[in-house]
């Protein structure tokens, strides 16, 4: 059921500024598609709940990223695919409840293609195939005969087969963050947006009593920080403990994504990558064109993210593009694209981080790399942490004190 359209949210006056301070039972920080789902999923727990950004709900990095839903490129650890995997199968469900295409949902499954000829990325490739089938995912080998017909109008090598994995998903993850949000309110709860969180407030005790916003303060005994890239800065803003700006585990890893305009009738049907050549992915963009990335290009920014060089790679990956596709224009269509830089929050070790803040009382944080395919698994048990004051089995490895400096 849609209780409302998703990009009407508007936060309401600021009714601290006026007078007595708002109280709620959590406040988010951060109104990207992983605070967003959390406080959904906190208000869902009976919960008063506010969620704050500081500017559009959905407009940090869940406004630029590759919308891929997934845990088949996640095999090497176990509790994290779970978790993963979890996040694929929450989405399933929250299709039957929303319907797919309001909560931004195009299950159209993926296909990771291997040539036979290219020894290693193939070996590799089947590899992640067994893996996969070992953590009961759903994933099926295809040979080059049952490859084609899945995407007829794809340009293949006469020796490409896939891995296929029909559960993968793309989202467009700011319409699913405005649509979180927007369930937010109708379960009661509060959406601030252009409104920062400028401070913690606590007793002398060290527990936390609320947080101080440019629109005023609110009262409440859990924050829950969710600032994606901007996590320690915003630690550190809200503590007044610097060394979370110099020394919280989490880094800032650009990558570019490049959208072409619509393109009427094109033929991709899947989410597609390949290690072949170096790493490259593409699929069917929500405004009908085709988003194109590869982590090769985003090697590549990290140091010049310069407009002529942005342009350069674009070049590249259209052409890449025209590999698999020969009639789609390639390197014409470059200044009708979208070229975009997304920012990563990307933990210290890869995993999400998603718990309470050691030594702190009633703080706690969720930074992630993968918000896009986690938001609705970490939103949810930690919606159960921060309610019942104990992190579920589930995140047991997720937790901070894994980690140099919290342990
Ligand atoms: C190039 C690229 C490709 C990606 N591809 C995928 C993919 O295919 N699949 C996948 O699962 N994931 C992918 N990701 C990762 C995914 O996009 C992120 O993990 C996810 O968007 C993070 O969401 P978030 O809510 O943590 O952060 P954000 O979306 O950045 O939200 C944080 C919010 O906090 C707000 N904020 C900051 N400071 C304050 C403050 N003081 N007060 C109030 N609000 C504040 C910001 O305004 C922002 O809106 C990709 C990322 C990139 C960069």
Redesign the pocket.
Known sequence: MVMANAADIKGPVARGSRGAAMAYDAIV????????THAYYLARRGLSVAL???????????????????ASCKTANVPYHRL?AL?VSMYEGLAQQFGAAPIGLNPIGSLGIARVGEATTYAAMRKQAADLRALDYPACWLDHAALQPLEPGLSLPDDAEALWSPSDKVLD?RTF?RFMAQQVRALGGEVFEH????ELLADDGGCVTGVR?DQGEMRTSRVVV??????P??LS??TGYDGFAARFPVAK?????VTTPPLPGHPVRHLNYTDDGGEFHFLPDFNGGLRI?SDVT?GQIIEDRSPAHLRALAVGLLERMQEYLPDFGGAALVDDCQIA?????YPDDGFSIAGALPGAQGLFV??????????PALGDLMAAAVAQGRAPEMLAPFGLDRLAGFG
């Open positions: 920080v951060g109104g990207g598609i992983i605070g967003a704050l950004d500081k500017g559009a709900v959905g407009g940090g990095t869940t406004a630029h990223n590759f919308s891929w839903v997934n993963n996040g993850a963050a409104c920062a969180a400028l916003s969710a600032s994606g890239p901007d996590t800065e915003v803003a809200l890893v650009p990558g570019v994504l990335a985003d830089v997304g920012i990563r929050a969720i930074a992630t790399h993968s918000g896009v395919t986690l938001a």
